[in-house]
C-alpha cells in the first residue's frame, strides 16, 4: 500500500523552489527511483519517521555513519554536554587527542589531521601525496568515488592508460589531466600504468573495498598487490576508508585485509562513523609523510570547523561503543537480511548477485553472475531495482534510492526491524519480477 506523502511533498515543492533539485546531495532526490523524496522529521535506533508520520527500518544509516543507530543515548548524552561547553573554539581541545588516539590504536595510521568531510579528507591526502613525492599524477579506479574532488571526478579516456576526461561540466580539463582512470580488480592495467609513467605516479587511490558502485570487493590480495606495487615505484598507496573505515570491521577493511597479510597503506582517509553523524572526517598514515603537512612541513591544509568539539565527542563516543560485540551483531542481522534478499529474488525469477564487505553489503540486479568492476556493476537493471525500491518503502523499509549503493544496518537493528525486512522481501521480489 502507498503510504501518505502529502507533508513530503509540499515541503519537496517549498525546497525546489530554494535549493536545486530540492535536496543537499543528489541521490537524496529519488531521480534513480522516481517518486517524492521522504523528509525525515526524526529518527530512534533503527527507524526513520517522515513529516507524514510514516515509519521506516532504516538500511542507509545516513550512507554509513550511524553505526549505533539513531539517537543512542549514551551518544546523545555526551553530545548534549559538550554543547553545554559551547560549540566551536578553533582552539585545540581534549576530544580531538582522544578521538586521535583511538583511530590511531585501530587503523593503520601513525598520526592523523581531522577535516570535516570525506571530500576534503581524500583531497588534502593526494595534495600531501604529491607534496611528499614531488610527483604529478594520480590513479583512480573507475567506480571508486572519493568524494567531488575536481581531480578525482574523472572518467577514463578511451585508452587504458589515457588521462583523464572530467566527469562533469564545471571541473576544467586541466584539474582530471593529471589522473588516470583504471578499471577496478585489473592488476595488468595497474603494472601497465605503472611501467607507463616512471618517476610521475604521486599516488594510487582506491576505496578500500568500494562501496559506490554497489559493493565491489577487491579480489583476494589485490591490496597488498596495490601497495606492493606503489612501494615499488616510489608511489604512495592511499586508501580510502572514508566507507569502510571502522564500519566493515573494528579496524575498516584493513582488518580484514592489511592486517591478516601484513601490509600497511601509506595514506588513509576516513569520515561516516568516525564523525557519529556530525561531520567529521580525517586523513593520516606514515608519520614521515604527515611530517610534511603544515605546521610541522610545507604542505599547506586547514579547517575552521576541523575538528569540531561536538563532532569529535559524537564520533569519540560512537567509537568507543563499538566493541566486537557491536560488529558481530550487524554482521548476523546483515547476513538474515542479505541471504533472505537473495532467497525471495531467486524465488521470484529475479536474476540477481549479492556482494559483501565485512558487515556492508548490496544486492546487483544483474545476470552478469559477479560484478568485478564498474562495467560490470553497470549491468545492473534499474528499473527493476526501482520497482523494488517502492515496493520496499511501501511496507516500511528504507533502501538506498539508488541500484548502485551499498546496504547498511547498525547494532539498532532488532529482531522486530529485521523481520519488518524480511517481511516486505517476497512483495518486492515479485515487483521486480514483473518491472
Ligand atoms: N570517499 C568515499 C569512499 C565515500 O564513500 C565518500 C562519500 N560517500 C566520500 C569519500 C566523500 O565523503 P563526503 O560525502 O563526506 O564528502
Not at 568516525?274 to 611530517?291: S, W
Not at 538474515?336 to 525471495?344: E, F, Y
Not at 521470484?348 to 544486492?363: D, E, I, L, W, Y
Not at 517502492?390 to 547498511?408: I, Q, R, T
Request: aromatic residues 8%.
Amino acid at each position: 500500500m502507498p503510504r501518505p506523502t502529502a507533508a513530503s511533498s509540499a515541503l519537496f515543492e517549498r525546497a525546489r523552489s530554494v535549493t536545486p533539485g530540492g535536496v543537499n546531495s543528489p541521490v537524496r532526490a529519488f531521480n534513480a527511483v522516481g517518486g517524492t523524496p521522504r523528509f525525515i522529521r526524526s529518527a530512534a535506533g533503527a527507524w526513520l519517521t517522515d513529516v507524514d508520520g510514516n515509519e521506516y527500518v532504516d538500511l542507509i544509516c545516513s550512507w554509513g555513519p550511524m553505526l549505533l543507530g539513531h539517537a543512542h543515548p549514551e551518544v546523545q548524552a555526551q553530545v548534549a554536554a559538550a554543547v553545554a561547553r559551547g560549540t566551536s573554539y578553533g582552539a585545540p581541545t581534549e576530544p580531538e587527542v582522544e578521538l586521535a588516539e583511538e583511530i590511531v590504536a585501530r587503523a593503520p595510521v601513525e598520526k592523523v589531521r581531522f577535516v570535516s568531510s570525506g571530500t576534503e579528507a581524500t583531497m588534502s591526502a593526494i595534495r600531501l601525496a604529491r607534496g611528499f613525492t614531488g610527483r604529478d599524477v594520480v590513479v583512480k579506479f573507475a567506480g571508486c568515488y572519493h568524494g567531488h574532488v575536481d581531480a578525482l571526478l574523472a572518467s577514463a579516456g578511451s585508452g587504458l592508460a589515457t588521462f583523464a576526461v572530467p566527469g562533469t561540466p564545471g571541473v576544467p580539463a586541466s584539474s582530471t589531466e593529471l589522473t588516470l582512470v583504471l578499471p577496478y580488480n585489473d592488476r595488468a592495467a595497474v603494472e601497465k600504468v605503472f611501467a607507463e609513467y616512471p618517476d610521475r605516479i604521486a599516488c594510487l587511490i582506491t576505496e578500500a573495498s568500494p562501496g559506490n558502485m554497489g559493493v565491489v570487493p577487491p579480489e583476494a590480495g589485490f591490496n597488498a598487490f596495490l601497495a606492493e606495487t606503489c612501494r615499488a615505484h616510489g608511489a604512495l598507496f592511499v586508501s580510502d576508508e572514508v566507507m569502510t573505515g571502522f564500519r566493515v570491521s573494528r579496524q575498516g577493511q584493513w582488518g580484514l585485509d592489511g592486517a591478516v597479510e601484513g601490509w600497511r597503506p601509506d595514506l588513509v582517509t576516513f569520515g561516516k562513523v568516525m564523525g557519529g553523524g556530525f561531520p567529521a572526517a580525517a586523513f593520516g598514515g606514515r608519520a614521515d609523510v604527515m611530517a610534511r603537512l603544515a605546521p610541522e612541513g610545507p604542505v599547506y591544509q586547514a579547517g575552521t570547523l576541523s575538528g569540531n568539539p561536538i563532532a569529535t565527542t559524537a564520533g569519540l563516543a560512537t567509537l568507543r561503543l563499538a566493541t566486537d560485540e557491536v560488529y558481530a551483531h550487524i554482521g548476523a542481522a546483515a547476513e538474515t537480511v542479505k541471504s533472505a534478499a537473495s532467497d525471495a529474488l531467486r524465488q521470484a525469477g529475479v536474476a540477481h548477485v549479492v556482494q559483501a564487505t565485512g558487515t556492508m553489503f548490496s544486492v546487483f540486479f544483474t545476470a552478469s553472475g559477479r560484478v568485478r568492476d564498474f562495467d560490470d556493476a553497470l549491468t545492473t537493471d534499474a528499473s527493476a531495482y526501482a520497482a523494488f525500491f517502492h515496493a520496499m518503502l511501501d511496507a516500511g523499509v528504507y533502501l538506498p534510492p539508488s541500484a548502485y549503493e551499498a546496504w547498511f544496518l547498525s547494532s539498532a537493528h532488532d529482531d522486530r526491524a529485521v523481520q519488518t525486512v524480511l517481511d516486505a522481501l517476497p512483495a518486492a521480489a515479485r515487483a521486480a519480477a514483473a518491472a
